[in-house]
């Protein structure tokens, strides 16, 4: 663990030793989020309240989202490329050191960009007024959990690669699918569409469920949904080992 930790650090520093390109970045992705966040403020300022939804559920879903975003897909960036890194055969240098290949793998790139969703996430959280010192903690845990859901999600799609082959793509089409379905309101879906969102891609366990239990907080709820996202990660790191027997070198010795 010392070792991923360092892993991380080193990955941070990088991203901040250009402050002027990091500052841009991270100011872009904030201006994106507002943009987004306004358009739904204007819409329910219009239509009132749809399905028990409002102004403030919304802005603590995007809140979660903003926060998901960052930590499973800013600091563990390559969540992401998983898919294309084993298609391109670049695992060769991280297979030869004395760690978790899965764990240095996701710890060693950030995305800058998104760095900008953990500053954005927690601003509209309190702006949403549902922020208080037990809510805080709650918002948290939830958005702990429902990141290793959302990379979880992507490591099974990119760990499919070592077993079927191919480019790798289909993480990068799970991520759209997934970022795309988990920024509405989880009751505006209804019948099979609502059963996709809690099975195959699981967008209500990424903002849907969290932002419940920070609006109406469930002991039950909340334990299942700690266990799941528990499960997630363990699923992702048995498919990911599994995957493993089938690598095939690319004799591509690079940096991973």
Request: overall charge neutral; charged content about 10%; glycine content about 10%.
């Amino acid at each position: 663990m010392t070792a991923i930790v360092t892993t991380m650090k080193t990955a941070l520093i990088e991203a901040w030793t250009n402050r002027k390109s990091f500052w841009l970045q991270v100011s872009f992705m904030i201006a994106n989020d507002l943009a987004i966040v306004i358009f739904w403020m204007l819409f329910f300022r219009e239509v009132g309240t749809v399905r028990g939804w409002d102004t403030g559920h919304v802005l603590v879903l995007f809140g979660v989202l903003a926060n998901v975003t960052g930590i499973s897909m800013g600091l563990l960036a390559n969540a992401r490329r998983l898919g294309q890194m084993i298609a391109d055969g670049e695992l060769d240098a991280v297979l030869a050191l004395p760690v978790d290949p899965l764990l240095y793998l996701l710890v060693r790139r950030v995305d800058t960009a998104l760095l900008g969703d953990l500053v954005f996430g927690p601003v509209v959280f309190i702006a949403s007024g549902h922020a208080n010192l037990e809510t805080a903690a709650v918002f948290v845990i939830v958005s702990l959990c429902a990141a290793a859901f959302f990379a979880s999600f992507l490591v099974v799609l990119g760990s499919v690669t070592l077993f079927l082959g191919g480019r790798g793509e289909q993480a990068e089409l799970g991520f759209q699918a997934l970022l795309m379905l988990a920024s509405y309101p989880i009751d505006l879906f209804g019948g099979l569409i609502k059963l996709l969102l809690f099975t195959a891609i699981p967008a209500a366990f990424v903002t849907g469920l969290p932002t419940r239990l920070l609006t109406q907080f469930d002991w039950g709820e909340s334990a299942i949904f700690l266990a799941g996202s528990l499960g997630s990660v363990l699923l992702a790191r048995v498919v990911f080992r599994a995957g493993l027997a089938h690598y095939r070198s690319g004799a591509l010795w690079t940096r991973a």
